[in-house]
DNA sequence: CCCAAGATTGACGTTTACGTAAGCGTTGAC
DNA sequence: GTCAACGCTTACGTAAACGTCAATCTTGGG
């Protein structure tokens, strides 16, 4: 259990895809754009300790959207420079930037939220007006919301 | 002026595209993808005052997110069926399914978000230890602030 | 020895919404 | 006459992040 922090500790491709949920195909895929340079066995992939955590780096970048080039980039601030202090200024900048656009992303789907709630508010005005009986229930979201629960739904439809 | 209103005006389509921001080559898009159908005149695309609407609606389906294949679909339903309600109740189903989809994404956008905060307030933190001239200053810092106090902030400002 | 499983390297396919010429016709201004 | 401004069609290019073959190799099992 504790080799997981041992450095000594190698893994397969298909392990660390098993373990963050990725493919195959993408750790090459990563590889190839110079996210990743894990070691070789022969022809075969043997990802370091190391590796393990530029794959998390990766990842989490990719959470909070960054590209992939730009996270290539911050990886290669982190490796050019030992001391480490210009290039997490550096990284700082990069994260607040990604913050400022992701508020305004928030801000355009606000926007968008309001033009369809009007849109809905009319559409449901009219439909109330000439065919109330086509007007979706209540009923409607409790199943959509059943929906996303997932197999918890099996439970309640086994009964 | 009010000729906008007349329904015999007809537009080119330079003229939509400065009305709107938009390309030639997106109406001509739009059309490719039986979006709209202007009338011509000639070669000439002879867009009429129905066009306009439909451009319009076009439009506003992308402000929200739908892709082109959705407003297509949603502009069908209004042609086929001249009666009106039943399109108009999926119109309804697919305006509250974008809602949903936006919600979701809004909080993905907010898990973002918390994750390039705690991002950030671990390296401003090494970064004071360290290096602390390069802490970016407090003109940088009003915008996170204002996203901050988003809410509350009003009390305090009052002040 | 043979087969299936899993790895590897190309390399092309996918999707969306246009951008960007290339080549050609029309019209109005000068 | 000729140049600029528009308009048209056809068609290839783009960006992101992989998916999806295809062909090849190795390796453990039976």
Do not use: W
Request: aromatic residues 6%; positive net charge; proline residues 3%.
């Amino acid at each position: 259990m504790a080799d997981l922090r041992r450095p000594e500790r190698t893994f397969t491709i298909r392990q660390l895809c098993n373990e963050f949920k990725a493919t195959p195909r993408a750790l090459r895929f990563y590889e190839d754009k110079g996210l990743l340079n894990p070691a070789r066995e022969g022809l075969n992939r043997v990802y370091s300790h190391k590796d393990r955590v530029r794959l998390q780096l990766i990842l989490r970048g990719k959470r909070v959207g960054l590209s992939l080039s730009e996270i290539r980039e911050l990886l290669d601030l982190y490796d050019e420079n030992d001391e480490g202090a210009a290039q997490m200024a550096r990284s700082l900048k990069k994260f607040r930037e990604r913050a400022n656009a992701l508020e305004q992303q928030r801000e355009d789907i606000d926007n968008a939220l309001i033009e369809l709630r009007e849109a809905c508010n009319r559409l449901e005005k009219r439909l109330a007006e000439i065919r109330p009986d086509l007007l979706p229930r209540a009923a409607d979201y409790e199943q959509v919301l059943r929906a996303r629960l997932d197999g918890h739904a099996e439970a309640m439809l086994g009964k």
